[in-house]
Structures are given as C-alpha cells and as structure tokens.
T-cell receptor
Framework: DTGVSQDPRHKITKRGQNVTFRCDPI?????LYWYRQTLGQGPEFLTY????????KSRLLSDRFSAERPKGSFSTLEIQRTEQGDSAMYLC?????????????FGEGSRLTVL | DAKTTQPTSMDCAEGRAANLPCNHS???????VYWYRQIHSQGPQYIIH???NNETNEMASLIITEDRKSSTLILPHATLRDTAVYYC?????????????FGKGTLLTVNP
C-alpha cells in the first residue's frame, strides 16, 4: 500500500512529556498537511508544507507544537510539555501540487492520550 | 470560505440510495463544493467535488442546484460499509488557500 502512513497509531503519555509523530506522505506528493481532531468534531487545520517549506500555521499551533519536513519527504509533529487538552487524533494528509488543492489523501491518524 | 450546514444524522436502508444534503447559501463564484467521508477510526477520504455542474464518479454523484446554494451527495446503492460521517466543505481552489474547513458533518448509518 502506498498511501499516507503515520506512526505511531496510538500514543499514551503523561502530562509534561514530549511526543513526536511521524508522517510519510504518498511519495510523489509535494504538499503535506497536519490536522487535529477531537472527539465529535471535524478535523481542524494545523499546518501546511510545500516541499520543505512550512507555508502556513494555524493559531491552534501553540509554541509547544513544532512541525518539520526537513527534506521535503516525511514530516514530524512534536508536542512539548504535553497537556491533557492535547489529547486528540493527529491526522496527516498529502496532495500533489498539480491537483486541485481540495483533494487531500489522509493517513489513518495518530491518537494521543495525555494522562 | 463559505459556511455549510448539514443534518446531524441520517439513516438509510442497505441497497437504497442515500441522499445527503448540504446548504451553502453564501458560496462565492470561485468556490468548489467538496465531499469527504470518515469511517470510524480512519482518516477522512475524499469522495467528489464540483463547481456548478453535476459530477459523478465511481463512489458517488454530486448534484449542485442552479443557484449553487445547496448540493446533494448521492450514494446510489448504500452498503453497510458506507456508514460514516460525511463532510460537505466549500473551498476556493488554487491560489494560496490550502485549508479544508471541516464542520461536524452528517453521520450516515446504513441499516441492514
């Protein structure tokens, strides 16, 4: 399967710990997105990369959050000093630059539980 | 991007057509209508999109009213695997607008 893959699928951590999620997009896709989804809500946009450049960040992405895409391929999303409010599903998506910008391919997500 | 309104939930019998409505009365001329769905514990899946003409693909049909203020996603022969939350999203295409703004969507339950 050559879809978007995310790792880990589930993470349980204690408040105050740091966590990192990894996303491997579809290989030829130059655009990569991170979304967050809490229970009962639709996904919320966090940030967007075109190749290695981070072009947009949501105000939801506090200083404790950092995302990178160092070589324009995989991406990481790190959350420092986790809080219980960070508990959510973190979704990664990718798309091809020549496609319509609304057609995204999502991964299965990484579910974070902060105790 | 224009706001959308969808019913919270709908039921459909297996094998029947599922018609999911969406209102987007403030849609602009350059905004597309997108539909995604999210099966429980999975990431959202793109279904279809359109500007003003009706569209059909292997998954569904999209009917957009002439004034573009509402649309209907049609799953012609719903199966149990179509049980999911369906999101209607309005978004301009291209340019620097890369965000999809998801609402709460419609939970479609397909019953045997």
């Amino acid at each position: 399967d050559t879809g978007v893959s995310q790792d880990p699928r589930h993470k349980i951590t204690k408040r105050g710990q740091n966590v990192t999620f990894r996303c491997d997009p579809i290989s030829e896709h130059n655009r990569l997105y991170w979304y967050r989804q809490t229970l009962g809500q639709g996904p919320e946009f966090l940030t967007y990369f075109q190749n290695e450049a981070q072009l947009e960040k949501s105000r939801l992405l506090s200083d404790r959050f950092s995302a990178e895409r160092p070589k324009g391929s995989f991406s990481t999303l790190e959350i420092q000093r986790t809080e219980q409010g960070d508990s959510a599903m973190y979704l990664c998506a990718s798309s091809l630059g020549t496609q319509n910008t609304g057609e995204l391919f999502f991964g299965e997500g990484s579910r974070l539980t902060v105790l | 991007d224009a706001k959308t309104t969808q019913p919270t939930s709908m039921d459909c019998a297996e094998g029947r057509a599922a018609n999911l409505p969406c209102n987007h009365s403030t849609i602009s001329g350059n905004e597309y209508v997108y539909w995604y769905r999210q099966i429980h514990s999975q990431g959202p899946q793109y279904i279809i999109h359109g500007l003003k003409n009706n569209e059909t693909n292997e998954m569904a049909s999209l009917i957009i009213t002439e004034d573009r203020k509402s649309s209907t996603l049609i799953l012609p022969h719903a199966t149990l695997r179509d049980t999911a939350v369906y999101y209607c999203i309005v978004k301009s295409s291209g340019g620097s607008n890369y965000k999809l703004t998801f609402g709460k969507g419609t939970l479609l339950t397909v019953n045997p």
